[in-house]
């Protein structure tokens, strides 16, 4: 079992490591300012990054195969922010000091995101993700967007916490997951949001976009 920031301790395995179990535990503890949390199925000869994988599928069954310790493929990303309370997403960052005045915005974006038709809710992810990393990186005229990378997080630490398998699941059976992957993912999207050592890393750095 595997303490990641704001309350959730969570066997979250697929998505960390290729062919990982998936498992999802309640959340107890921790704080949103732990990071980078440890992932007992991680892979330490990894290098520490934060991936977002282009394969939309990942391994095709919906398990990061990326370089970094960290990732996920777009498509549970995006069926992630579908399935969600993210209402209740929005509302625990803003338990853990989100701004008033920006929790509106975030709560449109991945509305609008998770409303996509599938290949175009992907496409976004991939523009905020890829925009973040040429802003980082100082590329052309690519300017850092508080609101595309906690988008981006949020879709991403959902999908880590929930486990990608469940996402990957849920999009294929046209319906939700148990109550409490719908919960874990909430809680790993505002853990992502607000987690200052994480925003930090991808301003300096970006997301690896590796397929």
């Not at 989100?98 to 974006?109: G, Y």
Request: proline share 7%; with cysteine.
């Amino acid at each position: 079992m595997t303490c990641v920031a704001i309350a959730v301790c969570a066997s979250v395995s697929a998505g960390i490591a290729p062919g990982a179990e998936a498992q999802t535990r309640a959340w107890v503890g921790a704080t949103p300012f732990e990071w980078p949390f440890v992932v007992a199925t991680q892979d330490p000869e990894k290098p520490m990054c934060v991936g977002v994988q282009t394969t939309v599928w990942g391994d095709g069954k919906g398990n990061y195969t990326g370089p970094c310790r960290y990732g996920a493929p777009l498509g549970p990303m995006q069926a992630t922010l579908k399935h969600i309370d993210r209402r209740a997403a929005v509302g625990r960052v803003k338990e853990f000091g989100f701004p008033d005045s920006r929790a509106p915005k975030l709560q449109i974006e991945i509305d609008a995101i998770a409303r996509l038709p599938f290949t175009t809710g992907v496409s976004r992810l991939k523009r905020h993700a890829t925009n973040e990393t040429r802003a980082a990186q100082g590329k052309g005229d690519a300017k850092p967007s508080w609101l595309k990378r906690a988008a981006v997080n949020c879709a991403l630490g959902g999908a880590i916490a929930g486990t990608v398998e469940n996402a990957l699941s849920a999009l294929l059976q046209g319906k939700k997951p148990d109550s409490g992957t719908v919960k874990a993912m909430a809680a790993g999207c505002a853990t992502a949001v607000i987690s200052p050592p994480l925003n930090k890393w991808i301003k300096s750095k970006g997301y690896d976009m590796e397929a």
